[in-house]
């Protein structure tokens, strides 16, 4: 498959080294270019420097041909319009995206958007391993 990844912080980057690894076509866009380091030298796939919700930036990195896309910066908005862009402009089959406030995340995924919070899933974690 041709994955389309924005965001090359420490989940983007593990997401795409292990797609990578699993045989996937995958691009990593961020806008810092020290965060490609996180890929490490043996990572295949390729990188495009710039802002994942430029729709430029988004062509360059191969999204008109994509089969997944998953938006995984740090910040909610960014996220959200990166998803949005993927999925409504360019129809990408496969839309996913972090999203850190578990209220937003409620409404985004009423609205089609496949969402994960780490926020919700990591309170879920603590809770299950404290009850025991």
Known sequence: MKLVIVGCGRVGAMAAVA???????????????????????DFKGEMVFGNGIDEDVLRRAGIESADGFASLTNGDNRNIMAAQIALEIFKV????????DPIREDVYRELGLNTVCPTLSGARKIHAMLKG
Not at 20 to 41: E, M, P, Y
Not at 93 to 100: C, L
């Open 93 to 100: 089959p496969r839309v996913i995206t972090r999203i850190y």
């Open 19 to 41: 797609l990578s690894r699993a045989g996937h076509q995958v691009t990593v866009i961020d806008s810092n270019r020290r965060a490609f380091d996180r890929l490490g030298s």
